[in-house]
């Protein structure tokens, strides 16, 4: 793990961002002064609605169960589930047992998962049999001891009798590892304390606006801000929780007229998907006040039209690495909430280097990585994030992301590695080389775009034919190159390296 400094810490525990609360305490607390808060899953294949007592018997239960097999404080418990009221009970009993959670996107393919639990070594995988395109692949946790799935014998991990209380573990030890995909060809291993999520957990929640209503929430808790979004923020205040395991913006308009749920946070897609559905209506536009917006590149364009219909835009910038680096107030002035992704959010540092690239430091920010040599790479000795992102900093000290050092692809909120995705491209015999680069859409904010140099002899590959090549390799759908370019030859470099700022600027204007 990184280095950090006991002034650092002591300064980070006197100020209050750091607390001797585990996520169990937190959890414990929330649960036992809301118990009869609503909990809703909106799906067509595993409906569900109780309460947070409920869902809070089914934890214990679980907790307890576990517990029985010898899983407690330290022990990992990962989980691939869609947004559905099992994921909420496995986060929370492993949160109670002062366990590691490894959240897992529901989507992620063969290649990822393996990954994963080759570097996790999990003592517990709760998952289910088929979800659209997820398929258990039981050969993956062949080596898991303990193994659950939702629909066939995940009942059988339950306790007739309900855990009680948390178990004790120290608020500084990993509580979280969350894995993204980034500049690596394998998702990253991204390691999080008790207290880095405790400190992000409150930081979301202060920055919410007040008078939110019902929220719907649609990013799959296989992500870890999307977890805590659905299962630990909502209960720091007691707030229904409203979930639905696939973005259909037909479901989700339905929803919203019926349930009075509304969507106040995400990707841009999420917004511009339901404005642009001919279903969309004036009585769903009241449903829409406000749209803090991050995850991915944040368009003037989409902001300003938000804006325009009425809707309170904000925005934020961050990582997995590092989730609140920096916000812009849900109160501040519109020029900074529509154009910058804001001011360094409380207790955060940041930094320019003298090329722009942005460094953080924070109470939130994470421990390091499961591989050393990456947190070696990553952090100084300092404490200081290296965030692979650039920027400028105004005369207010709010930021502006202009551009991004590391080889990452942001598509709807999802890390997608043009490094993965160019090695994938090589192993197809047609290709001698591959570049593979963002390009703009008005929707998702980027998508992949991949330009290849064909072999001598050998015929450009058609969509179709690359789509075959990568559902056969077990990589997640999204990955995927949504646009394929031929060249003779690449912009380089005297050294002969590919400029791909430049492949980038090239697809761009095409």
Same mark, same amino acid.
């Given at each position: ?101 490894? !959240? ?19 003592? %517990? ?109 909502? %209960? ?26 509304? %969507? ?58 590092? !989730? ?19 001011? !360094?959010? !409380? ?164």
């Amino acid at each position: 793990m990184r280095r950090i400094s006991d002034d650092l810490a002591k300064r980070y525990r006197a100020e209050g961002w750091w607390t001797q609360d585990t996520l169990g305490d937190l959890l414990a607390r929330g649960l036992a002064a809301h118990p009869g808060t609503t909990f809703c899953v909106h799906s067509t294949v595993r409906q569900w609605s109780g309460t947070y007592r409920d869902v809070e018997l089914v934890a214990r239960r679980l907790a307890a169960g576990l517990r029985a097999r010898g899983v407690g404080p330290g022990d990992v418990v990962a989980f691939q589930l869609p947004n559905w009221m099992e994921a909420a009970a496995t986060f929370w009993a492993s949160a109670l047992l002062g366990a590691v959670t490894v !959240p897992i996107v529901h989507f992620y393919g063969r290649k990822e998962v393996g990954h994963i639990m080759t570097a996790a070594q999990p003592r %517990v995988f709760i998952t289910t049999e088929r979800f659209g395109r997820m398929e258990h692949q039981p050969d993956l946790c062949a080596d898991v001891p303990i193994v659950g799935l939702v629909g066939r014998d995940f009942d059988h991990l339950l306790a007739d009798e309900p855990m009680s209380g948390t178990l004790a573990t120290d608020p500084g030890n990993p509580a979280l590892i969350a894995f993204t995909s980034g500049t690596t060809s394998d998702p990253k291993g991204v390691v999080h304390s008790h207290q880095t999520i405790g400190c992000e957990t409150r930081q979301l929640h202060g920055n919410y606006p007040p008078n939110r209503g019902r929220q719907l929430t649609a990013a799959p808790v296989g992500h870890f801000v999307g977890m805590l979004g659905a299962f630990l923020i909502p %209960v720091m205040d007691g707030a229904s929780i409203d979930l639905v395991d696939e973005w259909d913006p037909a479901q989700v308009l339905m929803l919203m007229k019926k349930e009075g749920v509304a %969507v106040g946070g995400g990707p841009t897609y999420f917004f511009t998907s339901l404005l642009d559905h001919p279903d969309f209506t004036d009585e769903h536009l009241r449903h829409m006040k406000s749209a803090g917006l991050g995850g991915s590149t944040v368009p003037a364009a989409v902001t300003r039209r938000l804006t325009d219909l009425g809707i309170h835009v904000f925005r934020s910038y961050g990582s997995t690495e590092h !989730p609140s680096i920096t916000g812009t107030p849900h109160d501040g002035p519109e020029e900074k909430r529509l154009l910058t992704d804001g001011c !360094p959010r !409380p207790g955060v540092e940041i930094r320019l280097a003298d090329d722009g690239e942005i460094f953080s430091r924070g109470p939130d920010l994470c421990l390091g990585y499961t591989d050393e040599a990456l947190t070696a790479s990553a952090f100084d000795d300092d404490g200081w994030y290296r965030t692979g992102d650039v920027g400028v900093l105004d005369a207010d000290g709010y930021l502006t992301i202009t551009d991004r050092k590391a080889d990452l692809i942001i598509r709807g909120g999802e890390n997608i590695s043009a490094l993965e995705v160019e090695e994938v491209l090589l192993t197809m015999p047609a290709v001698a080389e591959a570049v593979v680069v963002s390009a703009p859409d008005v929707r998702l904010g980027e998508r992949v775009a991949a330009v290849l140099r064909v072999r001598s002899g050998h015929t450009m590959p058609t969509p179709d034919e690359v789509r075959e090549h990568f559902e056969s390799t077990g990589v997640a759908r999204q990955k995927w190159p949504e646009e394929l370019h031929e060249v003779d030859d690449f912009p380089r470099t005297a050294s002969g390296k590919v400029q791909k700022h430049a492949v980038r600027q090239d697809i761009a204007i095409r």
